[in-house]
């Protein structure tokens, strides 16, 4: 299960990848936009503002992000001079990226840190070329921190005899392929492709704030398997082991972030 709230205690970090992807797509009028992993919609809402002749979808496996998009487009709805026509064009449905089929082509696609947890995503993108519409854009991005302790330390944890049983449901998210891996098989398709990588440095505040980053994130499969006690003891020796590998500063945490960012264009 995935907790909206969570996620979105570091909104302002997780959306910043979202815009860097999203500023390069060079759509002007789209008249069908997807947004594939679209957590609690309110970077989906941002695509509808953007373009606003354009029919917006949200889907997520995710029926608590779902609701949590569904409130938030109520919400502004109720509040915001352009709520109704916001809420004539936008809508969120429960859906599994792995087998999503459109019901026509779509002009737009966009996938926000998703694809990680899918099994073997490179070879979904051919089928999500297919779904665009001629002149048609995909752009997603994703982690690509496997090496990095935060991930590491997951793993190494899980597989720990401590822990193996207890989690041996527990899908761990797969990161990122190198970015001249996504060039390589979207340009093969015959799309135009920008690809690249970039590693923010982000400045988290709070007790334990990398613990509180998975937490919204990587940290969910583990939560969701272990019961109360045993989520506790095992979020209090990966914070132990975060601390000492990412120890604060006077200013905060220093947490860096790589992400790997493709743009594709059906020309």
């Known amino acids: 299960m995935w907790d909206p709230a969570q996620y979105l205690s570091f909104a302002d970090e997780r959306s910043r990848p979202f815009f860097d992807l999203t500023g390069r797509i060079a759509a002007t009028a ?3 936009v997807v947004d594939l992993g679209c957590g609690p919609g309110q970077l989906t809402a941002a695509l509808a503002r953007r373009w606003p002749d354009a029919q917006v979808q949200g889907i997520d496996s995710s029926p608590e992000m779902i609701a949590a998009a569904n409130q ?6 109720a ?12 809508t969120f449905a429960v859906g599994d990226v792995a087998d999503w089929k459109p019901g026509r082509p779509v002009d737009v696609i966009v996938s926000n840190a998703v694809l990680q947890w899918v099994a073997g995503h490179m070879g979904l993108l051919p089928r999500l070329a297919a779904n665009l519409a001629d002149g048609g854009w995909l752009a997603f991005q994703l982690p690509g921190n496997f090496d990095q302790p935060s991930h590491a330390v997951l793993r190494e944890l899980a597989a720990a005899p401590q822990w193996h049983d207890k989690l041996a449901g527990a899908q761990l ?20 492709v920008d690809a690249w990588e970039t590693t923010y440095l982000h400045v988290l505040t709070g007790a334990d704030p990398v613990t509180e980053w998975y937490k919204g994130t990587g940290l969910r499969p583990v939560l969701g398997v272990l019961g109360e006690n045993d989520a506790a003891e095992f979020l209090a ?11 604060a500063a ?10 790997v960012f493709v743009v594709a264009h059906k020309a």
């Open 72 to 77: 938030m487009l109520a919400h502004a709805s």
């Open 30 to 32: 789209p008249g069908y």
């Open 173 to 192: 998210n797969r990161q990122a392929g190198d970015p001249a891996d996504y060039l390589d098989v979207l340009a093969g398709l015959g799309l135009r």
């Open 250 to 259: 006077s200013y905060g945490t220093v947490f860096p972030f790589r992400r």
């Open 79 to 90: 509040s915001r001079s352009d709520g109704a026509e916001l809420r004539d064009r936008l």
């Open 237 to 247: 020796e990966y914070s132990a082991r975060m601390r000492a590998a990412y120890p």
